[in-house]
């Protein structure tokens, strides 16, 4: 039972470079979210996906992108990184059910530094 | 709208007793709670429900007044686990389409000592 699984689980980029950080899950959740954690801090919601087919802006979505490919994988996309998006990057998942609320469950994490 | 975690830290010999508090300045739907170890993923432990429920995990439990829209996390007896930094989420009414979206407070690093 894998859970949620985050790749990669590190990397480092240069300023200005691309990439993509992928998060799948084998729940059968309907809701996915990525948050970001830097140091010493809570965790700040950048985007979520409240169900297969939509996805909506957190508190932080400055820079970066999102796609839900389908009910399994929820990605998080930085086109172009600056130094402020070194962070640990969570994936999460939950099953949302009318007043019958659920845990969020989280992936191992992405720590990513961008010189 | 982030919920205000108390203390920031705590130390703590094993076996004794704290409490963490949660306020937000917003009317609350739900407040969960998670526990990070170092290096490690948020782990879930419970969830309140607006209606004063409390809950238990462990020798953990949790409060949720929903007049002064704030949770209580009392760690009672505790041990040489319980350290990490406990963090609460908040989830505002208006539940459905949104989907569980939670905003978390800063943190309560907790050390547990022998």
């Known amino acids: 039972n894998a859970g949620v699984t985050q790749t990669p689980k590190f990397q480092v980029l240069k300023t200005g470079q691309s990439m993509t950080l992928q998060c799948a899950q084998d729940m059968n959740h309907n809701s996915m979210y990525w948050y970001r954690q830097d140091p010493g801090m809570g965790l700040r919601l950048i985007y979520y996906s409240a169900s297969e087919g939509t996805t909506d802006k957190g508190e932080v979505p400055n820079g970066y992108n999102v796609s839900r490919l389908n009910k399994r994988e929820f990605s998080l996309r930085l086109e172009s990184a600056a130094p402020s998006q070194t962070s640990v990057y969570f994936c999460?998942?939950?099953?949302?059910?009318?007043?019958?609320?659920?845990?969020?469950?989280f992936g191992d994490g992405t720590r990513l530094s961008i010189l | 709208q982030q919920p205000v975690q108390s203390p920031q830290a705590v130390i703590l010999r094993e076996g004794e007793d704290a409490v963490i508090n949660c306020s937000s300045s917003k009317a609350l739907y739900s407040v969960h709670w998670y526990r990070q170890k170092h290096g490690e993923a948020p782990v879930f432990l419970m969830i309140l429900l607006k209606g004063g429920e409390q809950k238990g995990h462990e020798k953990i439990s949790a409060s949720f007044n929903e007049k002064k829209q704030q949770s209580s996390l009392y760690l009672t007896a505790s041990q040489l686990s319980y350290s990490g930094t406990y963090f609460c989420?908040?989830?505002?009414?208006?539940?459905?389409?949104?989907?569980?979206?939670?905003?978390f407070g800063g943190g309560t690093r907790v050390l547990v000592k022998p």
């Open positions: 999460a998942s939950s099953e949302v059910r009318f007043r019958d609320n659920q845990p969020q469950h």
């Open positions: 989420g908040t989830e505002m009414p208006g539940w459905g389409a949104a989907g569980n979206k939670l905003t």
